[in-house]
């Protein structure tokens, strides 16, 4: 993660933190105490409760990740994909693990289990690809042309 996106974050908690009236707590200006209502009846003047809270949580709840059931599941749900449309882009700006990366993040958002690997091609050249396990079987994935090669058995 880069220092910008890090310094970013940083930055933002903060900003909520003072809005929940922690600001204050820690520059010895309120109490935790006052600075713990201050927050809670901000809350409240904005309409947000804590059953609200718990209610919107249920609704975000995600199921479980599963892995594929079928070599077919998975060559649809690639067929389906875009994460292979993406422009290679030379240099690290846009490469294999990237590719990688976002074919894991798809298939998590869909539901599924895919794995991220590097794969040694050579002790100074290697590619970034993932890994599918259907059933006792490990399916290989390389993530910039969806092709699909059987990897392993397991046990």
């Excluded at 599941?73 to 290679?88: F, G, I, Q």
């Excluded at 846009?94 to 958002?109: E, G, K, P, V």
Aim: net charge negative; glycine share 8%; with cysteine.
């Amino acid at each position: 993660m880069s220092w910008l996106i890090r310094l970013t974050l940083f930055i933002g908690g903060l900003l909520l933190l003072a809005a929940g009236g922690y600001g204050a707590y820690a520059y010895g200006e309120l109490s935790f105490a006052e600075g713990y209502h201050a927050g809670y009846d901000y809350g409240q003047e904005t309409g947000y409760s804590a059953a609200e809270a718990k209610y919107e949580n249920t609704l975000r709840r995600v199921e479980l990740p599963r892995h594929f059931s079928s070599l077919d599941e998975l060559e649809s749900w690639l067929e389906e994909d875009n994460a292979d449309t993406y422009d290679y882009v030379q240099n690290g700006f846009f490469d294999c693990d990237d590719f990688a990366r976002i074919l894991q993040a798809h298939a998590l958002a869909d539901g599924y289990i895919l794995s991220f690997h590097i794969d040694e091609i050579t002790p100074i050249k290697w590619h970034a690809v993932n890994l599918a396990i259907i059933g006792n079987e490990v399916y290989l994935i390389d993530p910039q042309t969806d092709s699909v090669t059987f990897y392993a058995t397991l046990d």
